[in-house]
């Protein structure tokens, strides 16, 4: 497809000088004050205890030391007391640090705007094989052009995390996207045991692929959140010899920047569960990330089929996917919860935005066709970035799709720049 050709605002068509001196000014003031799923196709018929039961129920496996790139040879997993757990980085490698306010002229240049939506990719299966993808599996190849095209597009990957709590890093001019993988399937993450007993990451698995378009472009951002499932630790539908590495997966995660999602305890479906049930299999995933990785963050629940509690039903429910609940004398208190398929999302500043209803896209050809194409035509309606996490820089001439959806309450903190 065609490199994106930039939609300029109404104010590159104006060079009389008393425009250009309303943009002086108004920069001159502006720096002087700054501040899964698979609702269609479930993986199995068993219930969440048959199913737990049926791959042996919770996963452990030996540490190893962890290594940085596709290709770099993990030490084989030693005796004696595992080693702590990886620390989180502040922010994962190669996120940009902020910028200061922008001068009028790059204003003008970037048009940033960040009211506009913002894409999250939604993935589950990955295979090499064509004949076996459908709207669940995606090719390796089709991975790396949906990449690639990301890229062409002047997007950039950042953390999921960051749009939920709106502190999105990335470079002026850049339309930040967000990547996400359910399941935990074998295909997003293989280690491939080399003679010497040390691992490599499979350079055709889905982290291999990233890995490889990160080390190429590292204007492209990073990130990738991975709702694991505690029976599905990278090593389901057929290859039971990557259960072993269950826990060193889980800690190069976090060791490279990447994030771990609360998917439930057994994929259970939260349209009508008791509220007991509820509460476990949230809190039990949870229990499991802890066991794992006990650094990681587990507050952004993936739901299961896309389903949410029937409200009328459980109204309870509702309440504590929102506000958190006690389970077990622990409390358990989420940020977002992510939907299936849908579209695009609104900023977090948006009217429209709730962080327990976030959107994505599906990742399949028909429907990555209908929306590549809506947002290279509608390339306005973009979230692009100022570059400052701390300011909310918004256009005033909006397209009709964004007009009346700011919402100031969502902003509180942040300095908001209109131009």
């Known amino acids: 497809m065609p490199v994106f050709q930039r939609i300029g605002t109404w104010c590159r068509t104006r060079p009389d000088s008393a425009f250009v001196i309303v943009l002086v000014l108004l920069w001159v003031v502006g720096t002087g004050t700054r501040g899964s799923d698979r609702a269609a196709r479930p993986e199995t ?28 040879p993990i030490a084989p997993p030693s005796s004696g007391s595992p080693p702590a757990s990886p620390a989180i980085a502040a922010t994962p490698p190669g996120t940009p640090e902020p910028t200061g306010l922008l001068a009028a002229a790059e204003v003008e240049n970037l048009a940033p705007n960040e009211l506009g939506r913002i894409p999250i990719l939604e993935y589950h299966d990955f295979t090499t094989d064509p004949t076996q993808e459908d709207q669940w599996t995606r090719t390796i190849d089709d991975f790396r ?35 996400t993988f359910d399941d935990g399937t074998v295909g997003q993450f293989r280690f491939l045991p080399q003679p010497d007993g040390s691992l490599q990451v499979d350079p055709n698995s889905a982290v291999g692929v990233l890995e490889d378009m990160f080390a190429a472009h590292p204007d492209f951002g990073r990130g990738g959140h991975f709702a694991v499932l505690p029976f599905n630790c990278f090593d389901v539908p057929d290859e039971p010899d990557q259960e072993p590495y269950c826990r060193e997966k889980l800690q190069w995660f ?72 006690s ?86 903190g942040k300095r908001v720049i209109e131009y």
């Open 45 to 72: 018929a068993m219930t969440d205890g048959q199913q737990v039961e049926a791959r042996g129920g919770l996963v452990s496996s030996p540490d190893a030391s962890l290594h940085a790139s596709v290709g770099t």
């Open 145 to 179: 052009a949906d990449l690639q095209w990301l890229y062409d597009h002047n997007f950039y990957i950042v953390p999921l995390r960051d749009i939920v709590v709106d502190q999105i890093s990335a470079p002026p001019g850049k339309h930040p996207a967000a990547l």
């Open 254 to 325: 976090i060791a490279h920047g990447y994030e771990i999602g609360n998917h439930t305890d057994g994929h259970t479906d939260l349209l009508d569960v008791d509220d007991e049930r509820f509460k476990a299999t949230i809190a039990g995933a949870v229990a499991w990330i802890e066991e794992h990785v006990p650094d990681a963050d587990w507050d952004i629940l993936t739901m299961p089929f896309g389903n949410y509690p029937d409200p009328e039903r459980h109204p309870n429910q509702w309440a504590w996917l929102r506000e958190g609940f």
């Open 327 to 412: 389970f077990n004398g622990r409390q358990i208190t989420l940020v977002a919860a992510l939907k299936v398929g849908a579209g695009p999302a609104p900023s977090p500043v948006s009217a429209t935005w709730d962080p327990f209803m976030v959107p994505r896209i599906q990742a399949f050809d028909e429907w990555l066709a209908r929306w590549w194409a809506e947002l290279e035509l509608e390339a306005e309606t973009l979230y692009t970035s100022d570059g400052n996490p701390d300011t909310i820089t918004i256009p005033e001439n909006l397209p009709p799709a964004l007009e009346g959806t700011f919402d100031p309450t969502k902003a509180a």
